[in-house]
């Protein structure tokens, strides 16, 4: 194998195997959060949300998805042809190869790790993975040749730039606190402590707000802000392209989710026998989500300037403060 | 395997290169200039330095790049002059490329020809791991890397400086 040393490394084809495991489970759980998010905005709102396809509504993510498949492949003339075809890929491909490094589990009965790797790099994996869906975001958005879509795709850049660093700094407390990057060492370190959102508590939330930003989620969506951009970047995408955007951005919570379960939520770890630990890591992602689709519910878009400022003179010292802070305190004790 | 990826890591990463002098469009030569960072991540990880290769993306290609695919989009139809912008332009730019080739074959020829063999240099366990690289710049090159790190404060302060000096016109939620 040419690729980063790993902490295990099992047969190429456990590997292959893991993939279309992680791989079929994440696309069987895109559909059902988008179903969870319909009918709970629903009831935020005291309304019913979805409940005609099938019974109590639970086929609609199937309707759904059935109709932006049979849509017409549409191209605008202004459009600058391979580079328009290319963008919804590199989200798709971004968002599928961060998956791998979130761990559902150790290395069960000694040969195969629930996880796709374990990079020595770690959470930088992610990071590194994250910066390509920009690209997927700006080149969509600027080769639509339409000014919604190019203001949609400069948002997500300069939003991008300003929350990024505090998302990397707020989870460096945890880092040093655990002495690794890697997400399999973080989650082994809270089986016998506490979990380290109690003592990185600001990094938590730090975290959770940079993520929300990150995966243009409300009240930080102004890359889509439907109201005054029409749908931003994708404004001129229909049928399946956009709906890799949309699948991408349900893939990118989960991710997010996964991320802030193992490094602040003691990842698999929880009461009740071993075998659980996949179960319990599901359920930590089901509660992030459930906190994406309440606070869509709840908080309304900022304003640009907001989203500006909250990012560079709120988020950024905050986060280098609590960096500084652990790093003293890892240092006395 | 290996052969494979550093092939299409090298194609990527030569054609980009050139690709980023050759397009006309300032909008294409900066995304040529991402395809040559993200090949030049390949390469470095097939020389075992994931550390590197995550800093060149994370940093390069995710924040630097960035910057420069927002101003190429908002002032890239601008046509360019048809002088010089700097006088002399032509006759220093071969010769300070032709220095610069100098002093890399210099270094290479240094340093980089002891790893070809057969086999290659034998690299120790945890080569190129953030452990590692984190050893090299706090302990042996400790100096250095403080430098460069005062360096880039100041050059950051000295932007902001420069920028204030002209009474900016307040911004309400405009683009960017």
């Avoid at chain 1, 489970?25 to 905005?41: D, H, Q, T, Y």
């Avoid at chain 1, 396809?53 to 309707?63: D, T, W």
């Avoid at chain 2, 945890?126 to 360096?151: D, K, M, N, Q, T």
Wanted: hydrophobic share 60%; aromatic share 10%; with cysteine.
């Amino acid at each position: 194998m040419v690729a980063a040393d790993v902490g295990f490394a099992e047969a190429s084809w456990i590997m292959v195997v893991k993939s279309l495991v992680i791989f079929a489970v994440i696309l069987g759980l895109v559909p059902m959060i988008l179903l969870l998010e319909r009918k709970l905005l629903g009831r935020f709102q005291a309304r019913y949300g979805p409940n005609r396809v099938g019974p109590k509504g639970l086929l609609q993510p199937l309707a759904d998805v059935v109709k932006l498949l049979s849509k017409e492949a549409y191209k605008p003339d202004a459009a600058v042809p391979i580079l328009w075809a290319i963008a919804p890929a590199l989200v798709i491909l971004s968002a599928t190869a961060t998956l791998a490094i979130i761990p559902f589990g150790d290395v069960a009965d000694g040969n195969v790790g629930l996880y796709g790797i374990d990079v020595s790099i770690g959470i930088l994996y992610a990071f590194a993975f994250g910066s390509i869906s920009f690209y997927g975001l700006l080149l969509g958005g600027w080769s639509s040749g339409s000014k919604y879509s190019f203001m949609g795709a400069m948002r997500s850049a300069a939003q991008l730039i300003s929350y990024e660093i505090s998302m990397g700094l707020a989870l460096l407390g945890v880092i040093m606190m655990a002495g690794s990057l890697s997400l399999v060492d973080i989650a082994n370190a809270q089986a016998d402590t506490i979990w380290y959102v109690i003592p990185q508590f600001v990094g938590f939330l730090i975290f959770m707000v940079a993520g929300f930003a990150e995966t243009n989620r409300p009240p930080f969506d102004l890359p889509e802000a439907d109201a005054e951009l029409v749908a931003g970047y994708n404004t001129e995408y229909g049928g399946m392209r956009f709906g890799s955007y949309f699948m991408a951005e349900y893939m990118e919570m989960v991710v997010v989710s996964g991320i802030a379960a193992a490094m602040f939520l003691g990842g698999w770890h929880g009461p009740g026998p071993d075998w659980l630990g996949p179960i319990w890591m599901l359920a930590k992602i089901m509660v992030l989500i459930c906190l994406f689709i309440w606070v869509r519910a709840t908080l309304p878009r900022l304003r640009y300037d907001q989203l500006m400022s909250l990012g560079w003179k709120v988020l950024l010292p905050l986060a280098t403060l609590n960096v500084l802070v652990t790093a003293v305190l890892v240092v006395v004790t | 395997m290996e052969q494979v990826a550093f092939f299409a890591g090298a194609i990527g990463a030569l054609g980009g290169a050139i690709a980023v002098i050759a397009l006309r469009n300032p909008f294409y030569s900066v995304l040529a200039l991402v395809v040559h960072l993200f090949s030049l991540a390949g390469l470095f990880l097939l020389l075992h330095a994931e550390f590197v290769a995550a800093a060149q993306v994370v940093v390069y290609a995710g924040a630097v790049m960035v910057l420069y695919v927002f101003v190429a989009a908002y002032v890239g139809g601008v046509e360019e002059p048809l002088w010089d912008a700097i006088p002399g332009q032509r006759i220093l730019a071969p010769l300070i490329g032709a220095a610069l080739f100098i002093e890399l074959s210099i270094a290479v020829l240094g340093s980089g020809l002891k790893s070809l063999g057969d086999e290659g240099e034998v690299i120790p366990a945890g080569f190129g791991s953030p452990e590692a690289v984190g050893r090299l710049l706090l302990e042996r090159f400790l100096i250095p890397f403080e430098a460069a790190s005062l360096l880039l404060l100041i050059a950051a302060v000295g932007a902001v400086v420069l920028a204030a000096r002209r009474p900016a016109p307040v911004d309400r939620g405009g683009a960017a």
